[in-house]
Every structure is written in C-alpha cells, then in structure tokens.
T-cell receptor
Framework: DGGITQSPKYLFRKEGQNVTLSCEQNLNHDAMYWYRQDPGQGLRLIYYSQIVNDFQKGDIAEGYSVSREKKESFPLTVTSAQKNPTAFYLC???????????FGDGTRLSIL | AQSVTQPDIHITVSEGASLELRCNYSYGATPYLFWYVQSPGQGLQLLLKYFSGDTLVQGIKGFEAEFKRSQSSFNRSKPSVHWSDAAEYFCAVNNNAGNMLTFGGGTRLMVKP
C-alpha cells in the first residue's frame, strides 16, 4: 500500500544535540511538508518542498533544517538552535501543492 | 494573509445527536477548503474537500460540509453522531496560489453514551 512513513515514532533529544526525523513516501508525490503540532493547537508549517532539490521556509522555520535530495524523502533536522523542540511533528505529501495533503502518523519529540 | 478560525475548541454531544463543527476563513478569493480528522497520537486523515462547484460536499462517515461564500464559512455537520466520531477535527484552507495550507486550531469532539 502507498503511504507516508515517519520514523521514529518517539524521539528524545539531549540539550545541544541535533536530531533528524525521517519522512518517506511512496505515493510519487512531488510536494512534501513538515508541520509542528503543540498540545491543543493546530498545525504550523515548518518547511515545504514542491520539487526535488528545492524547499521553502514556512511560518516557523527557525531552528530547523531540511533537505530534498530524493523525491521520496524529506528529512527534518531539529537543531540545537530550536530552544523549544518538544512537540508532535507531522510530515505530509501531496501530488502538487494544490491537492489534498496526505499525512504520516507523526513523531513525538521530547527533551531529556 | 489567510487565516482559519474554528470557534469551538471543545464540543460534547450525546450519541445520536446532531452535530455542527464551525469553520470560518479569511481570504480574498475562493480558496480550496478541507476538513481533516485526527485520532490521538495519529496523523491527519482527509474527510472532505471543496475546490469548486456544488457548495454542499459529501464526505466519509456520513459527514457533509457546506461552503458559504457570503459568510466565509465551511461548516461540517452530521445528523446523528456515533461514539466512534470522537476525535479532533481540523479545518484548513489553501490559498490556491500553490504553496500554503493554513489550519484552524481544531475542535475536539467528545461523544457521551
């Protein structure tokens, strides 16, 4: 079955450490997205990519970085510059940026 | 800038009762509109979408939504709620300029037996 896979499901970060969240899709979608969700809140866009080797900042890109070297993969790195990284991170993809987005099951990041 | 407002943070209804989830948006033209559902610890699942045409959209699980341009709203309704409908629901707007999906803050639905 086609879908979006996020890993790991739970991740812990030490102070000053960078961590990378994985997102892989086999839907042949061009566009991919990363969102952050805090308790009781909606989703906020971190980064998005409409095509391979290209990506743009969303509303809250500071302290995060991404790459899009392959169509299927859009990893998100939470850097030590992100002072409040504890959140639920959701990856999504869509056929193009005007089509509905399909979501993975998320990664919950916590600070040790 | 576009924005989406879901006025009700929490709603509790009895099983079998009718339900309306409200969504208002702020955008200059007609946007693309979506409703998503999220179960605890899970990603979002698409329930409904409106791009153009008939303003009453049918979705899965007996839900429907109506786009009202004059009110800038895209409210979802269901005539009879089931316990399995308990979840968090998000309304979202795409500005159809090709890049941004803006979400509302969500409405958490609880269903009483």
């Amino acid at each position: 079955d086609g879908g979006i896979t996020q890993s790991p499901k739970y991740l812990f970060r030490k102070e000053g450490q960078n961590v990378t969240l994985s997102c892989e899709q086999n839907l042949n979608h061009d566009a991919m997205y990363w969102y952050r969700q805090d308790p009781g809140q909606g989703l906020r866009l971190i980064y998005y990519s409409q095509i391979v080797n290209d990506f743009q900042k969303g509303d809250i890109a500071e302290g995060y970085s991404v790459s899009r070297e392959k169509k299927e993969s859009f990893p998100l790195t939470v850097t030590s510059a992100q002072k409040n990284p504890t959140a639920f991170y959701l990856c999504a993809s869509s056929r193009d940026s005007n089509q509905p987005q399909h979501f993975g099951d998320g990664t919950r990041l916590s600070i040790l | 800038a576009q924005s989406v407002t879901q006025p009700d943070i929490h709603i509790t209804v009895s099983e079998g009762a009718s339900l309306e989830l409200r969504c208002n948006y702020s955008y200059g033209a007609t946007p693309y509109l979506f409703w998503y559902v999220q179960s605890p610890g899970q990603g979002l699942q698409l329930l409904l979408k409106y791009f153009s045409g008939d303003t009453l959209v049918q979705g899965i699980k007996g839900f429907e939504a109506e786009f009202k341009r004059s009110q800038s709203s895209f409210n979802r309704s269901k005539p009879s709620v089931h316990w399995s409908d308990a979840a968090e629901y998000f309304c979202a707007v795409n500005n159809n300029a090709g890049n941004m999906l803006t979400f509302g803050g969500g409405t958490r639905l609880m269903v009483k037996p």
